[in-house]
């Protein structure tokens, strides 16, 4: 892409970030068929009976990855979905995040190749393409998880510009990222209007990346006003949320999004957040090139893999990021 071209994109992403938290992206580079292959994956695994899903579920010493059906986005009001977490990356990173909190994914056996096909000897050329034609159908996490990540170096450097710095500054943050991937369901529900999908939050992540199907259900809160507003699904487009990280790397200048999915009385719904995540060392604080004498920093620092862990056992009003929005 030409230089000035890059520069007119990059104001424009500056522009949404600072006034709406978010964007749309269209002509990414993702096939079609890659994401098509991740939607069918995510109805067949939560198409599987319960007790099958419930074999990859997530545990109190493993609270990051794997199925959920029980999640609270607000202490004791329950969300109406089931979720499935797992790293993009194969092997996950060998640390665990400081509070104990191990990436290690959890793969359902009874859907061969939904992750890729198995390292195991092939015993005939007709074993080969037996497990091969098995796989072509259910390898889709990997491969749209990689395609993600590659979208997601090219956003982050975008991102960069945006914020006048060099394209590849956040770059290191992210060598051995701590990325979740999830596959979100939304049930019919019969009284939409007294229950969500997953309450109003804002996602602790630098930014994320959602894949929402023809359904819809995604809604943004305008600042100007704190009214709800429905981001209408468009064929072959991801949403881009900033999160609290960027807000605290930026001191500000970009807002992290709140946002919340709603229901539909008779259709399901499903979607596909990328959580982009630093390295669990990564210390959050503002950068040095967005404080100023008449700027100073609004956030105090914190460490992401203390706060990611903390927030995700459920106490994470002793980090700042805890308290990020209202800073």
């Known amino acids: 892409m030409p230089d000035g071209r890059v520069d007119a994109l990059s104001r424009e992403v500056a522009a949404a970030c600072r006034d709406w938290g978010f964007f749309v992206v269209l002509g990414h580079g993702i096939p079609d068929a890659t994401v098509t292959r991740v939607a069918e994956a995510s109805r067949a695994f939560f198409g599987q009976p319960a007790e099958r899903k419930a074999a990859v579920r997530r545990t109190d010493d493993a609270p990051l990855i794997g199925y959920h059906e029980a999640e609270y986005t607000i202490k004791d009001v329950r969300d109406w979905k089931e979720v499935y977490d797992v790293h993009p990356r194969c092997p996950p990173p060998g640390e665990t995040l400081r509070g104990d909190l191990v990436l290690e994914n959890k793969w359902p056996q009874d859907l061969p190749g939904f992750r890729q096909m198995a390292n195991k000897p092939y015993y005939s050329l007709e074993d080969f393409f037996l ?9 889709a996490l990997e491969e749209y998880g990689k395609e993600m990540e590659i979208l997601a170096f090219k956003l982050l450097g975008l991102l960069a510009r945006s914020l006048s710095l060099r394209p590849d500054r956040l770059h290191g ?14 049930p ?13 939050h804002r996602d602790g992540s630098a930014f994320t990346i959602i894949y929402q199907d023809d359904v819809g259900g995604f809604d943004i809160r305008r600042r100007t006003d704190g009214q709800w507003l429905r981001v209408k699904p468009i064929q072959g487009s991801f949403i881009v949320v900033i ?3 960027i807000q605290v790397w930026s001191n500000g200048k970009y807002k992290s999004l709140e946002h919340r999915a709603s229901l539909n009385a008779e259709k399901e719904r499903f979607s596909i957040p990328f959580f982009f995540n630093p390295a669990s060392s990564t210390t959050i604080e503002p950068l040095p090139e967005t404080v100023r004498n008449e700027d100073p920093p609004r956030y105090s620092s914190y460490n992401w893999g203390e706060y990611y862990g903390s927030r995700r056992k459920g106490s994470s009003t002793t980090y700042a990021g805890a308290t990020i929005a209202k800073a």
Do not use: V, W
């Not at 497990?131 to 390898?139: A, E, F, N, T, V």
């Not at 943050?173 to 939304?186: A, E, G, H, P, S």
């Not at 019919?188 to 109003?200: D, E, K, M, Q, R």
């Open 188 to 200: 019919p529900c019969p009284n939409p209007g007294l229950a969500l999908g997953h309450s109003a």
């Open 243 to 245: 999160g609290e990280i």
């Open 131 to 139: 497990r091969l034609k098995k796989c072509m159908s259910c390898h």
């Open 173 to 186: 943050f992210f060598k051995d990222q701590t990325t979740i991937m999830r596959l979100n369901y939304y």
